[in-house]
């Protein structure tokens, strides 16, 4: 899992933009899951459905593999997750 850029320590930010200079793919994958953490919470249903859908096509125009078959998945289930935007829930276990 790629830990969030704003947690990055110097050394690991030098090592992300190496790869990033490296490995194109690599860094459009990081680009498009940072895209999908960026999307706000708390907004009406159909605010939510319109980023959703909008990050969806996004991922899956990358043609990067992995990030369509999550992207895929999402889209199963499109209800639930723009229901947690739109109510600002999660299954997520919740830390103390």
């Known amino acids: 899992m790629v830990k ?21 793919e690599t860094a459009r994958a990081w680009r498009i899951k940072e895209n999908f953490r960026d999307i706000t919470f708390n907004q009406s249903f159909a605010e939510a459905f319109i980023l959703f859908y909008r990050w969806c096509n996004d991922a899956l125009k990358s043609q990067i593999n992995a990030i369509i078959k999550v992207a895929e998945m999402f889209k199963r289930h499109t209800t639930g997750i723009v229901n947690a935007m739109a109510l600002n829930k999660s299954n997520a276990m919740q830390r103390d």
């Not at 969030?4 to 194109?24: G, P, S």
């Open 4 to 24: 969030d850029q704003a947690n990055l320590t110097e050394k690991q930010r030098l090592k992300f933009e190496a790869i990033n200079n490296v490995n194109y």
